[in-house]
Structure formats: C-alpha cells, structure tokens
T-cell receptor
C-alpha cells in the first residue's frame, strides 16, 4: 500500500530549539515524489519542498533542512533555531502514479507548537 | 496572479440542504482534486478530475458529487449534507494529470459546518 506515516502528533518546543519532524513512507513505485506542506493557524496549505525518488541529496533552505533516506523510507524535516512563526501543522505527502494518473497521499500531520 | 480560488470560505448549513462549493483555477491546469481535512486523519481525496468531463472517485467519495464542464472550474456538490461532512475542504490543481512530478496548488480552504 502507498502510505505516509507521521508518528509525531504534536511537538512542543521553546523558541531557538532545533526540532525534527519525522516522515516515513511506503510505496512500491520506483518513481515517486515527496512533499512537505505547512498549514499555519490561518488554515491555508503552503508548499515547502518537493523531492524526487532519484535525488537523495539533503536540502537546506534557510533554517529548514530535509533529510531524504531511501534505505529507511524516510523524509525528515528539521527546523533549526525554531521561531514562534513556525507554529503550524506540517504535512508530509507522497505522489505516485496510480493506474495512469498521479495521486497524492498525505500523512496525518504533525502539530508544532513553538513557545517564546 | 496564478491561483486556486474557493467559495465560500466559511459555510454553516443544516442537514439535508443542498450546497455547492466552487473551485476555480486560472493556470489552465488539467488536473483538479478535492480533499477533506479532519483532525487526526490528514487530507483525504474525495474526487479528482483529469480533464474536462473526466472525473473519478478518490478515497472518500460517499455523499459528494463533482462536475468538470470547463477546464477552470471543479465544483463540489453535497446533495444532502450530513453532520459527518463537517470538515475543512481543499481544492487543488496541477498542470498535468499524468506527470508524477507535478506539484499540486491548493486553494485557501472552505470550512463547512453541518448542523
């Protein structure tokens, strides 16, 4: 089955702490894409990153970094020096081909609370 | 500005009263989809459309209908809403139905409360 697991339901940290959000996926496909989306309290979904299955290079964007490891089927997201504005629900998602068309499957999300 | 719009953003209704949530995109995207978001369940796909007049069920289609008469619009119809359809709904679109690398762009969401 094609599936995304975000085992951490909620994480609370104090500002300036580093925090890692875990994402484990299952897929039979060799070609797939992984995504992270942020959902702030206002409710919209903000696209953060896309990573294809053939590119295992880690990526850093400011305080955000992503660690993709095919050997463990994980695509973890780390926020360095967290800030209150990072408080949100974060979703990991898997895109694969299903009978000729693309399908996107989401994890259940991790709520991150950053307190001052 | 490239975007996906949804209307209304907030809706309170009563059981059994038919309603439609509109979704429109201005990017000439082929693929459009509806999701619902519920606490602890993430986003689940309701229906999707690969192009005009081509629609199919997602993972949780019961109680919903869709249509795709024009490329830009993909309305979600609840013929007889029930309280278990209270949820946050997202419309999304992407350029190519058959390309796994395409990123989906999401609308702002519609919060629906069915009393």
């Amino acid at each position: 089955a094609q599936k995304v697991t975000q085992a951490q339901t909620e994480i609370s940290v104090v500002e300036k702490e580093d925090v890692t959000l875990d994402c484990v996926y299952e897929t039979r496909d060799t070609t797939y894409y992984l995504f992270w989306y942020k959902q702030p309290p206002s409710g919209e979904l903000v696209f953060l990153i896309r990573r294809n299955s053939f590119d295992e290079q880690n990526e850093i964007s400011g305080r955000y970094s992503w660690n993709f490891q095919k050997s463990t089927s994980s695509f973890n997201f780390t926020i360095t020096a967290s800030q209150v504005v990072d408080s949100a629900v974060y979703f990991c998602a898997l895109r694969f081909m299903n009978t000729g068309f693309q399908k996107l499957v989401f994890g259940t999300g991790t709520r991150l609370l950053v307190s001052p | 500005e490239a975007q996906v719009t949804q209307n209304p953003r907030y809706l309170i209704t009563v059981t059994g009263k038919k309603l439609t949530v509109t979704c429109s995109q201005n990017m000439n995207h082929e693929y459009m989809s509806w999701y619902r978001q519920d606490p602890g369940l993430g986003l689940r796909q309701i229906y999707y459309s690969m192009n005009v007049e081509v629609t199919d069920k997602g993972d949780v289609p019961e109680g919903y209908k869709v249509s795709r008469k024009e490329k830009r619009n993909f309305p979600l119809i609840l013929e007889s809403p029930s309280p278990n359809q209270t949820s946050l709904y997202f419309c999304a679109s992407s350029l190519d139905s058959g390309d796994v690398q395409e990123t989906q762009y999401f609308g702002p969401g519609t919060r629906l409360l069915v009393l």
